[in-house]
């Protein structure tokens, strides 16, 4: 960190064995990653909340390169398990610990990607029999079940419409699963 953490206590004593505890997590996302700028904790008493009760809210403030940051604020449900210091403080730490997870992500450029179904032509459909071969993409056949098709009646299927699918490896070679119709024929 390139800045020493500041830890505010309000409503509370600030105790030596409350501030190590706090130190520890930030020491923890600090192995986790590495390059934080700043860190600010704030510790809010059990007392005076009129909504709350006696419960500690604790946020964590994280400043982190290209003008990111994390950001855990929320206060308490009326949990009393909030009622607990050390609780409070580690449901604050794992939240701010998903949050820098996701950060990290998106610095590093690991957004998580869905992968576009492959699509293909409906090549032969034998209606009565219920199955049909599609071709795809790479000319390889492809046999799809009438079990296999969603989004469509299978009867309404013609040789020529462009479907998606998902392949899978049958026992007689591969087959599609999951199969949609995409728009026009061809």
């Given at each position: 960190?390139?800045?020493?953490?500041?830890?505010?206590?309000?409503?509370?004593?600030?105790?030596?064995?409350?501030?190590?505890?706090?130190?520890?997590?930030?020491?923890?996302?600090?192995?986790?990653?590495?390059?934080?700028?700043?860190?600010?904790?704030?510790?809010?008493?059990?007392?005076?909340?009129?909504?709350?009760?006696?419960?500690?809210?604790?946020?964590?403030?994280?400043?982190?390169?290209?003008?990111?940051?994390?950001?855990?604020?929320?206060?308490?449900?009326?949990?009393?398990?909030?009622?607990?210091?050390?609780?409070?403080?580690?449901?604050?730490?794992?939240?701010?610990?998903?949050?820098?997870?996701?950060?990290?992500?998106?610095?590093?450029?690991?957004?998580?990607?869905?992968?576009?179904?492959?699509?293909a032509v409906i090549k032969k459909i034998m209606t009565a029999d219920g199955y049909g071969f599609l071709e795809s993409?790479?000319?390889?056949?492809?046999?799809?079940?009438?079990?296999?098709?969603?989004?469509?009646?299978?009867?309404?299927?013609?040789?020529?419409?462009?479907?998606?699918?998902?392949?899978?490896?049958?026992?007689?070679?591969?087959?599609?699963?999951?199969l949609s119709p995409i728009g026009r024929e061809i």
């Amino acid at each position: 960190m390139q800045t020493q953490p500041k830890i505010d206590f309000q409503g509370l004593e600030a105790s030596a064995e409350r501030r190590e505890k706090i130190i520890h997590q930030i020491e923890r996302l600090e192995e986790r990653y590495g390059r934080s700028t700043s860190c600010r904790v704030v510790v809010k008493g059990p007392g005076g909340h009129h909504q709350t009760g006696g419960l500690y809210e604790i946020n964590v403030h994280l400043s982190l390169p290209d003008n990111r940051e994390v950001a855990i604020e929320r206060t308490p449900h009326l949990d009393e398990r909030f009622q607990d210091f050390d609780f409070a403080l580690n449901d604050a730490f794992k939240r701010a610990r998903r949050q820098l997870q996701d950060q990290v992500g998106l610095m590093r450029g690991k957004v998580k990607q869905h992968e576009e179904a492959p699509s293909a032509v409906i090549k032969k459909i034998m209606t009565a029999d219920g199955y049909g071969f599609l071709e795809s993409a790479d000319g390889r056949e492809i046999y799809f079940h009438r079990n296999s098709v969603q989004d469509a009646d299978f009867d309404d299927l013609k040789p020529g419409m462009r479907v998606s699918f998902k392949e899978e490896e049958g026992k007689d070679g591969p087959q599609a699963s999951r199969l949609s119709p995409i728009g026009r024929e061809i």
